[in-house]
């Protein structure tokens, strides 16, 4: 299906967060807007993030929550080594409690705002998580007439005159039929690249054992586009980590996102070892979880041990630990041994049982492995972990069969950048200058925020970027 209108004020390409926070603000500027969707489901990631970040906004002032925004703009850069746009950042810094407001205003509702592991207080929970915040712009948008959305219509090019952007051409999806709409104004709102393989592997080392938890839409369209009339290339190579996650080659990743068993791998802190059964890293990193994601891609294999006791108490007492990357903690893992034994029966390759160390280490060939639980356990009975430094709290023995082995990857949210742009989200070729008429929001245009990870220290960076950068593009559109 094609638009009403063949020429529109504003074109964007992609229906995600960002994507939507920019019609919506396009229709409070009465612009004509026409939104294409190159699937047939609008919200894209959107739909499954957690909150948003915010500095200064209503809910940090009734919660009394003070944070000095020089003093975070600062540790970010430190964070990013510098290769953040200080100040595109700082814009964002600034700018990003009045952003929670706008969407508070709008009617999304937020459950609570806080930290996410170890981090600053800036993440503003959802409530009924993204689902049902793109649920209420959606419904701002169907108020009126002004912005018409359009599924299954994706963008193929870009066109310019005399150097200005003057629309685009757009492809039925079902048909292969082709159209060229006008428009003085284009955003760029597809995601970024974390569903393109290719330019993945291009950008990012240890490829094989990445697994992305996207929408599966997340193709770098955007950037490619923007490429081909003279956009600069800028800061690939950032993912947005979720530290480490099943590890299954038979079936999407998104199938274990909801898994207890993945959590008590990856976020009970218990023991990580290699593939020839050595512990090699502190298991509490994950409460950055862009850190653990690097831990993990240093070592060939990667497999979380657990025994029975440790299993019993997950499911029977609690957690050992709050789960780090995630504004929300359950107290217990009460479907815990129910999974187990459901996988078990499955045959399923990410986990190993056996009676005894010694069985598990022949198993999965990890000569070391009876030796590293060995020295863990007496860490434990020490209290002190002098190999690594992981909290004494977290410090849990490994002594009771049976024994289990889960095998881990790295799941990816997303990739941040492809393009450079300014302070107003205009696009700009590789002389820093404008490509007038283009701009580029969200995912597309996150490489501005970070240096080789995504800054998990900030929680809700990439939602609470997607929704500034959508207004933002659109206040310097007339």
Same mark, same amino acid.
């Given at each position: 299906?094609?638009?009403?209108?063949?020429?529109?004020?504003?074109?964007?390409?992609?229906?995600?967060?960002?994507?939507?926070?920019?019609?919506?603000?396009?229709?409070?500027?009465?612009?004509?807007?026409?939104?294409?969707?190159? $699937?047939?489901?609008?919200?894209?990631?959107?739909?499954?993030?957690?909150?948003?970040?915010?500095?200064?906004?209503?809910?940090?002032?009734?919660?009394?929550?003070?944070? !000095?925004?020089?003093?975070?703009?600062?540790?970010?850069?430190?964070?990013?080594?510098?290769?953040?746009?200080?100040?595109?950042?700082?814009?964002?810094?600034?700018?990003?409690?009045?952003?929670?407001?706008?969407?508070?205003?709008?009617?999304?509702?937020?459950?609570?705002?806080?930290?996410? %592991?170890?981090?600053?207080?800036?993440?503003?929970?959802?409530?009924? %998580? $993204?689902?049902?915040?793109?649920?209420?712009?959606?419904?701002?948008?169907?108020?009126?007439?002004?912005?018409?959305?359009?599924?299954?219509?994706?963008?193929?090019?870009?066109?310019?005159?005399?150097?200005?952007?003057? $629309?685009?051409?757009?492809?039925?999806? &079902?048909?292969?039929?082709?159209?060229?709409?006008?428009?003085?104004?284009?955003?760029?709102?597809?995601?970024?690249?974390?569903?393109?393989?290719?330019?993945?592997?291009?950008?990012?080392?240890?490829?094989?054992?990445? *697994?992305?938890?996207?929408?599966?839409?997340?193709?770098?369209?955007?950037?490619?586009?923007?490429?081909?009339?003279?956009?600069?290339?800028?800061? *690939?190579?950032?993912?947005?980590?979720?530290?480490?996650?099943?590890?299954?080659?038979?079936?999407?990743?998104?199938?274990?996102?909801?898994?207890q068993l993945a959590v008590a791998a990856t976020q009970e802190a218990i023991l990580w070892v290699n593939e020839r059964g050595e512990r090699f890293v502190n298991e509490d990193v994950n409460d950055? *979880?862009?850190?653990?994601?690097?831990?993990?891609?240093?070592?060939?294999?990667?497999?979380?041990?657990?025994?029975?006791?440790?299993?019993?108490?997950?499911?029977?007492? %609690?957690?050992?630990?709050?789960?780090?990357?995630?504004?929300?903690?359950?107290?217990?893992?009460?479907?815990?041994? !129910?999974?187990?034994?459901?996988?078990?029966?499955?045959?399923?390759?990410?986990?190993?049982?056996?009676?005894?160390?010694?069985?598990?280490?022949?198993?999965?060939?990890?000569?070391?492995?009876?030796?590293?639980?060995?020295?863990?356990? !007496?860490?434990?009975?020490?209290?002190?972990?002098? !190999?690594? %430094?992981? &909290?004494?709290?977290?410090?849990?023995?490994?002594?009771?069969?049976?024994?289990?082995?889960?095998?881990?990857?790295?799941? *990816?949210?997303?990739?941040?950048?492809?393009?450079?742009?300014?302070?107003?989200?205009?696009?700009?070729?590789?002389?820093?200058?404008?490509?007038?008429?283009?701009?580029?929001?969200?995912?597309?245009?996150?490489?501005?925020?970070?240096?080789?990870?995504?800054?998990?220290?900030?929680? $809700?960076?990439?939602?609470?970027?997607?929704?500034?950068?959508?207004?933002? &593009?659109?206040?310097?559109?007339?």
């Amino acid at each position: 299906m094609f638009p009403k209108d063949n020429e529109y004020d504003l074109v964007i390409v992609g229906a995600g967060l960002s994507g939507l926070c920019a019609a919506v603000a396009a229709q409070e500027k009465n612009l004509h807007t026409l939104v294409i969707e190159k $699937g047939r489901s609008l919200g894209g990631d959107g739909k499954y993030v957690e909150g948003a970040m915010g500095v200064d906004s209503y809910l940090q002032k009734q919660e009394n929550i003070n944070i !000095d925004p020089v003093e975070l703009l600062q540790d970010e850069l430190q964070y990013s080594h510098y290769e953040a746009s200080a100040p595109h950042l700082k814009k964002y810094i600034d700018d990003s409690g009045n952003t929670i407001d706008w969407l508070h205003q709008l009617g999304v509702k937020f459950a609570k705002v806080g930290k996410q %592991g170890k981090s600053w207080p800036t993440i503003h929970t959802f409530e009924g %998580g $993204g689902h049902a915040a793109i649920k209420v712009l959606l419904s701002h948008l169907q108020e009126n007439n002004l912005v018409e959305i359009v599924t299954s219509l994706s963008a193929q090019k870009l066109l310019k005159n005399n150097g200005h952007i003057s $629309g685009l051409i757009v492809m039925d999806e &079902a048909t292969g039929e082709e159209r060229e709409i006008k428009a003085n104004n284009i955003i760029l709102a597809t995601g970024g690249y974390v569903d393109n393989p290719a330019l993945v592997k291009r950008h990012i080392n240890f490829t094989s054992r990445l *697994m992305s938890v996207s929408d599966g839409k997340s193709t770098g369209d955007g950037m490619q586009l923007a490429w081909q009339v003279g956009a600069d290339q800028y800061r *690939m190579g950032a993912i947005q980590y979720g530290g480490g996650a099943i590890y299954d080659k038979t079936r999407p990743p998104f199938v274990y996102m909801a898994s207890q068993l993945a959590v008590a791998a990856t976020q009970e802190a218990i023991l990580w070892v290699n593939e020839r059964g050595e512990r090699f890293v502190n298991e509490d990193v994950n409460d950055n *979880m862009c850190h653990a994601g690097d831990a993990i891609l240093t070592q060939a294999r990667v497999f979380s041990i657990l025994d029975q006791s440790t299993i019993d108490h997950l499911a029977n007492v %609690g957690l050992y630990k709050e789960i780090g990357n995630s504004p929300v903690s359950p107290d217990k893992l009460d479907n815990l041994k !129910d999974e187990i034994s459901g996988y078990l029966k499955q045959h399923v390759k990410f986990l190993t049982q056996a009676d005894s160390v010694n069985e598990l280490a022949t198993k999965l060939n990890l000569p070391e492995l009876k030796d590293t639980i060995e020295h863990y356990n !007496d860490l434990v009975q020490k209290g002190q972990d002098t !190999d690594f %430094g992981k &909290a004494k709290e977290y410090l849990t023995p490994l002594e009771q069969g049976p024994y289990y082995a889960v095998e881990l990857g790295v799941g *990816m949210a997303c990739a941040l950048g492809g393009l450079k742009v300014d302070n107003q989200n205009q696009v700009l070729n590789s002389h820093g200058y404008p490509v007038p008429g283009l701009f580029a929001i969200g995912n597309d245009a996150a490489g501005m925020l970070v240096g080789d990870t995504y800054a998990v220290t900030l929680p $809700g960076s990439t939602a609470g970027y997607a929704a500034f950068s959508g207004r933002n &593009a659109v206040k310097s559109i007339n």
